[in-house]
């Protein structure tokens, strides 16, 4: 049977229609303003009342990690647990990272990360590769993953004797991208500098959750961020900036764009929402709740990231939600915050937290709110218009957002397997009611009602954009 969503507020990166809409096999059929001259027929379908309601498209969240080893821990969200907390959060799409280790072929580790989401991944999922060597056949490699939907390739300038390479190896992966129409995400910080400076730290005795920030200056990683649009200058190829975290880094992308690079740039509800001062103010091992990569920055930067969305300069919110329990995975750096895991949990808040504090506290248009949240991802990871908007041929990823709901968000009520919220405490308006993806209706009232192992892999576009 069809569905007919009717008298909702359709809202798109574009427009905000009072209308009804038409889903059919998993795919937006019709979308009829109210005031049309006739309305959809009802007959024959099922009919959802949407009065008061926003329908908007579902969330895309171009940046997670589920169960990612790190640190000889994995983080504690699998495909399963993160995917459900997402879609109560109203994210319908995830693309997350495989992992390719030094001299591993990628196909290798997109078989691994397949594996990892089959039978478990309850809404639809995309994968960038990460690449940590190239190699005699690396490039080949890239380009057979762009025949498999991976669209998308992130690179370290972070992580020494880990995940970083060097710009060698970035320089030629960009050029690569420049033929077969990827992108390359990047890990913009510089991670020679950092490594230094934490091994002072260390030396000096300094042990504390807070040194992880304090060894990772905003200059680290605006000189990083700038490096990365210079080499993708120079291989004319487009660039995408990850968790960017400082206004220092802002200046470098938005002055890019000014001068009309295609350089895109990613920020985090954390960048936006917490700071050095409110969260680690250097007193206690709680603090290491808040150690990810970048850091908390002083809170001046939060208005400065805002304002970036607002007007442009950064595109889309993604979380980085990389969840590690406080009790027995980030305690593993209680003597030393270089062993802290690094990241933090937020897949499930990431709208709430958006609509809450960009639309409501008027910093955001509620089409700017859509657009940053799901339709730009959609569009620069290659998965608009099937994802991402509400229009006829779209595939049926909706939600309907009551924009009146009020909610407070802790981690004994939330969905994420992990022990804590970085966002405990935090009073929302606004939250998912229901959630649709491809139609079949997955969240109703905050409950999951889908099938576990229902979401599908998604072959991206390479040149989406
Ligand atoms: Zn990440």
């Known amino acids: 049977m069809a569905l007919l969503i009717q008298n909702g507020t359709v809202v798109t990166a574009d427009s905000t229609l009072a209308a009804d809409v038409l889903v059919d096999g998993g795919v937006i059929r019709e979308v009829r303003a109210l005031d049309s001259v006739a309305r959809i027929d009802p007959v024959g379908h099922e009919v959802v009342d949407a009065r008061g309601l926003l329908v908007l498209p579902g969330g895309v969240d171009a940046h997670t990690h589920l169960d990612m080893p790190f640190g000889g821990t994995y983080s504690s969200d699998d495909f399963e647990t993160g995917t459900r907390a997402a879609a109560i959060g109203g994210t319908t799409t995830i693309v997350d990272f495989a992992i390719q280790s030094r001299g591993m072929k990628m196909r290798t580790a997109l078989d691994t990360w397949w594996g990892k ?74 991670g020679s500098v950092i490594d230094v400076l ?55 992308v938005r002055e890019a764009r000014d001068r009309g690079l295609p350089a895109f740039a990613e920020t985090c509800p954390q960048y936006l929402l917490l700071s050095l001062e409110d969260q680690m103010p250097g007193k206690s091992f709680e603090e290491a709740k808040y150690v990810f990569t970048p850091p908390l920055r002083k809170k001046a930067n939060q208005q400065k990231l805002w304002d970036g969305l607002k007007h442009d300069h950064l595109q889309v919110v993604s979380t980085d939600h990389c969840p590690f329990c406080f009790a027995d995975q980030k305690a ?3 003597d030393d915050f270089s062993k802290i895991p690094n990241g933090g949990p937020g897949i499930e808040n990431r709208m709430q937290l958006i609509y809450h504090h960009g639309v409501n506290a008027g910093r955001l248009s509620l089409n700017r709110f859509v657009e ?19 229009a006829a ?73």
Not at 433 to 456: A, M, N, P, Q, T
Request: aromatic residues 8%.
């Open 117 to 190: 989401a089959e039978g478990k991944a309850c809404i639809d999922y995309g994968l960038h590769m990460i690449i940590t060597d190239l190699g005699a056949s690396g490039l080949e490699d890239m380009d057979s993953m762009v025949g498999e939907g991976v669209a998308s390739f992130k690179l370290f300038m972070a992580y020494p004797g880990v995940l970083m390479v060097d710009d060698a190896t970035i320089f030629r992966a960009l050029r690569q991208t420049a033929k077969n129409g990827a992108l390359v995400c990047m890990h913009a910080e510089n």
């Open 198 to 252: 934490v091994q002072e730290a260390l030396a000096e005795g300094k042990r504390a959750p807070v040194y992880h920030a304090l060894t990772r200056p905003t200059v680290a990683e605006a000189e990083a961020v700038q490096r990365a649009i210079a080499m993708a200058e120079m291989a004319g190829a487009l660039v995408y900036i990850v968790h960017l975290s400082s206004e220092d880094a802002l200046n470098q």
């Open 332 to 334: 593993l750096g209680r």
């Open 372 to 390: 940053i949240t799901a339709t730009a991802p959609a569009r620069i990871f290659g998965m608009y218009p099937k994802k991402g908007t509400i």
């Open 393 to 465: 041929g779209s595939e049926a990823d909706l939600v309907l957002w009551d924009p009146e709901a009020e909610h407070t968000i802790s981690a004994a009520t939330h969905h994420m397997r992990v022990d804590y919220s970085m966002f405990e405490g935090f009073r929302v308006r606004g939250n998912a009611r229901r959630v649709y993806s491809r139609g079949e209706l997955i969240v109703d009232g905050g409950e999951f009602v889908g099938r576990v192992g229902r979401g599908k892999y998604l072959r991206r576009d390479a040149r989406g954009r």
